[in-house]
């Protein structure tokens, strides 16, 4: 059985050492904004608009692409982690669809949450600091890993 893959992008969104994490309902957990890459977008691209898709916030990746001088191309923003996940897995264990997640870490500016028209609103969001999220016990392991991360990856930044 052939596998199809697609790759996806996620951005832990942090502000005032906590980040946003939602309620989604198809999926039933919680997690970051992210969803996949669109054929014309890079995957750092498709992480900023889904996070101004889905909170209406503007976000500042954290990490800047390095310098290089290759002369037909461009570096990207390296992604913090890249995980695949397996999506679809049948009975024998056969797996059909994966995701190749980017995931990135990002500031923003504020906590007003304002989704896009056709988004689940404000109300799906929570704000987790590192308290919460060591309490949350609805969060999986390596969501609370990865907000850690970001929050004091934010931290070191703003000094």
Do not use: K
């Amino acid at each position: 059985m052939e596998t199809t893959r697609h790759f996806t992008a996620t951005v832990y969104v942090v502000n005032d050492g906590a980040t946003a994490l939602h309620d989604h309902d198809r999926l039933g957990i919680t997690i970051p904004p992210g969803g996949h890459v669109d054929r014309d977008e890079l995957p750092h691209e498709a992480g900023l608009r889904e996070v101004r898709e889905e909170t209406g916030l503007e976000p500042t990746l954290l990490g800047d692409a390095p310098d290089l001088p290759a002369p037909d191309g461009f570096a990207l923003p390296s992604p913090r982690y890249q995980v695949c996940y397996d999506i679809n897995v049948h009975e024998d264990g056969a797996v059909g669809h994966q995701h190749v997640d980017h995931i990135y870490f990002a500031r923003v500016p504020s906590r007003r949450i304002d989704p896009a028209d056709g988004e689940p609103g404000p109300a799906v969001w929570d704000w987790y600091d590192r308290t919460d999220l060591r309490r949350a016990d609805h969060l999986d392991d390596d969501t609370v890993q990865i907000a850690l991360e970001a929050i004091e990856a934010a931290e070191r930044v703003d000094g």
